[in-house]
């Protein structure tokens, strides 16, 4: 382990590990762990003594699965940023097998002796998870849920009885509570709701959702103002849809525009699945008017080439998990000005009260403000 500032140092029962949220970034304060994290391993190191086929489930930033590397822990999520931070934290802490990781679009295979389940914002997440769950553990799986008090609500809970059987909970500790559904194998279990489709006036077609997708069960206020205002776009041929959701901006382009390439990224693969089944359903690979469409679970725009694209639609996410913050939408920012060729362009919406218009001048040299209405704004930068 390299030598760092102690408050990015994990010590657990199973060992001291350095940890770093992802993206990393200089100026972030945050721990890559919470009290949650500490309590659930506590528990874990006083009540399991043998090595056991472990499921994580929602592990943000890895910190679970680094600590229990010894163990081969599979981990489960809807996010590629947070197995991009494990997988950069094993490397850290020079653990040298690369970990399991599942898309929660997908079931681990086999069976597991112990499940730890970091709650997740969305509800819907968890009830699809846990339905899945149901298959995927025996009756003496150990199953253990967690999460900062302050965050937990009841329709966790809920999800937890409905989905696995009664629950007991811990006290509470540094704000954290554990929680311990026991699994009842003959619960009748409904199954869950695994998409939910709107059809918006505005749009004239319709979105499939799947769980854990933004604005799962209408159009966001926010893309739809931004598309009121797609026809002073420019006319140009390689499109990103960054953090594109369900889809909706790249697919409202590309519906005017024939023979563009729009590449949907997104760092949650229900998103991204979400995007691609929409695509799939509304443009015919035969027609001559054809747009062509990559789909990619990612953070931000890693992996894309430099000077490659003419376009960048976003409407930037606000938050990474529970936690609230301008960092993901600047560090998009950042990675659009690579990206985007000389004379690109990046277009944003926002909410009035996000100033991103200074960090965006400061970055390019030039924003201008293309519409605004009592809640949104549209913002342009070209990359000179
Ligand atoms: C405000 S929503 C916009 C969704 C969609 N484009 C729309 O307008 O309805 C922001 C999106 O960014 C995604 N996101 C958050 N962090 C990301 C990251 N680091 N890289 C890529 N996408 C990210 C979220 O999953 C979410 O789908």
Not at 24 to 30: G, P, T, Y
Not at 44 to 63: F, K, P, Y
Not at 142 to 160: D, E, P, T, W, Y
Not at 245 to 255: A, E, F, H, M, R
């Amino acid at each position: 382990m390299r030598d760092t500032e102690p408050n990015a140092v994990l010590e657990c029962p199973f060992g001291k590990f350095l940890l770093q949220r992802w993206p990393e970034s200089v100026n972030d304060k945050l721990r890559a762990w919470d009290a949650a994290d500490e309590y659930l391993l506590k528990h874990v190191s006083e009540q399991v003594h043998t090595a056991c086929r472990v499921l994580v489930v929602n592990d943000v930033h890895g910190a679970l699965s680094t600590a229990l590397h010894a163990w081969q822990p599979v981990s489960w999520s809807d996010s590629a940023v947070s197995f991009r931070a494990l997988v950069e934290n094993c490397k850290r802490n020079q653990i040298d097998s690369a970990p399991v990781t599942v898309p929660s679009t997908e079931a681990p295979l086999g069976t597991y002796d112990l499940v730890l389940i970091r709650i997740p914002k969305t509800t819907s997440l968890l009830n699809d998870q846990l339905a899945k769950l149901r298959q995927l553990v025996h009756a003496d799986t150990r199953i253990v849920a967690a999460g900062m008090v302050k965050h937990l609500q009841k329709s966790a809970f809920v999800a937890l009885e409905t989905y696995i059987g009664s629950v007991t909970t811990s006290l509470a500790v540094k704000k954290a509570r554990l929680v311990f559904p026991k699994f009842n194998e003959s619960l009748e279990v409904m199954p869950p709701v695994t998409s939910i489709t709107y059809t918006d006036p505005d749009l004239g077609f319709a979105l499939e959702n799947l769980p854990n997708v933004f604005s799962q069960d209408r159009l966001d206020h926010g893309a739809r103002f931004f598309m009121s205002q797609f026809s002073k776009l420019p006319d140009v041929k390689r499109v990103v849809d960054l953090g594109c959701g369900n889809g909706v901006l790249g697919i409202y382009w590309q519906k005017d525009r024939a023979n563009s390439v729009v590449t949907f990224i997104d760092e949650s693969y229900a998103a991204v699945a979400s995007a691609q089944r929409n695509h799939q359903r509304l443009f015919d690979p035969n027609d001559q008017k054809y747009s062509e469409a990559t789909f990619i679970a990612a953070c931000g725009l890693e992996g894309q080439a430099d000077e490659s694209i003419d376009l960048i639609l976003c409407n930037p996410p606000f938050h990474q998990q529970h936690v609230v913050g301008q960092q993901v939408a600047l560090s998009m920012f950042a990675d659009s000005k690579r990206v985007l060729c000389k004379g690109g362009q990046l277009w944003i919406v926002a909410n009035r009260h996000l100033d991103y218009a200074a960090p965006l001048k400061r970055m390019f040299g030039n924003c201008t403000s293309i519409a605004t209405n009592n809640k949104f704004r549209v913002l342009k930068v070209v990359k000179r």
